[in-house]
């Protein structure tokens, strides 16, 4: 009898004993390719040397210190690792524990730089439907995961929320990428009208959707025309790369292949790697002398803020994915990653969609692949092949809901950059085999 609390209570996962490389093992011997890295978590897979020699070290000189008293090198010298590969502008890192924490820090910065800068009528923010920001109530609130968040939209504060960038069932067929592009964005534009852009403090949005409806990049143009739009009505621009930045996509920061530099932008998962619990939320420097030349405190904080072994562990990772040229591997890898789902699923009569960035990738399950159908949300598609993969020995993640929360179906697919060749060919192959004992 386990006194764990899982996830689900009618589904006890097996104990897992041991990492190599991109795979797991359970306590019964069996073997998990991980090709999602989790959660897109596990970017340089599960038994790098450099980042448990660096844990180890840290924790022999000093395990934890708190920043009502101190700071730490390692978090000096994460923050000043990040701030030189970071988009124009940004120039300053808060350190937290995770990516909810970090898109709640970025929510109330913004709040209290509109304070600093005495614009106290700006509550409100607008994000996109079918977005996700995390799990606390007020990321939940600002997010548009209609599935998470509908039991507790009674006690959350909501954003307003705009149509997502998601060219594949939105754009019209006269339409051109850069065409719809412009109309997406500006539906941003109608909508602060609607609000009245003197009352809003922010814009949030991921530069390429994770799970909640499966690695949708932008099309070019659209978030260059975001940034001028918030730009226009004063207001602030904030990018949730908690999932596709660290080189997910390709790049360290997944805007940078946006060409633009947001206000604030959130960071987690790939930022640890998974080898220590972290997240960060970078500012740029005009909030931070809001802050600085006003009150001189932000008023926020959590017991685990810079955490010096986690700040240890995460400044290797980053060092792996710059220095190491791990980011570049992914850019890399993702393309043959794209060519071998292509050539597996090009033509698959359910799958309707094959998109993403990197080593961050995403298939859409369709019924019928022609008028991009979706199946009954009753058949559980996501459910299934969320089980089978697993039977089959391949960690992925599965999601329902895609196109609206409740109907469509999608596989994200986001391995270690670390995985070789054959190990792709492993991988498309598992998930190959799993699709067809589903449908």
Known sequence: MSHVFPRHTKVIPPIAVKGDGIYIFDSKGNKYLDGSGGAAVSCLGHSDPDVIAAIKTQVEKLAFAHTGFLSSEPAESLADRLIAHAPDGIERVYFISGGSEAVESALKLARQYMIETRQPQRTKFISRRQSYHGNTLGALGTGGNEWRREPFAPVMVSASHIA???????RREEETLEEYGQRAANELEAELLRQGPENVIGFIAEPVVGATAGAVPAVPGYFKRIREICDQYGVLLILDEVMCGMGRT????????????PDLITIAKGLGAGYQPIGAMLCS??????????????????????????????????????????AARSAQMGEMLMTALTDAFGQHPHIGDIRGRGMFRG???????????????AKGIAAKLKKQTFANGLICYPMAGT???????????????????????????????SIAEVI
Do not use: M
């Open 363 to 377: 298939l859409e399950i369709v019924e019928d692949r022609e008028t991009k159908t979706p199946f009954d949300p």
């Open 250 to 261: 390709g790049t360290l920061f997944a805007c940078e292949q946006d060409g633009i530099s």
């Open 164 to 170: 997502p960038c998601y060219e594949y069932r939105l």
């Open 285 to 326: 420097g005009k909030i931070y002398e809001a802050i600085e030349t006003g009150s001189g405190f932000f008023q926020h904080g959590h017991t685990y803020v810079g955490h010096p072994t986690a700040c240890a562990a995460a400044d290797a990772v980053v060092k792996k994915l710059t220095d190491g040229g791990l």
């Open 403 to 433: 196109i609206d929360g409740r109907q469509g179906d999608h596989v994200l697919i986001a391995p270690p950059f670390i995985i070789t060749d054959n190990q792709i060919d492993e991988l498309v192959g598992k998930l190959s085999k």
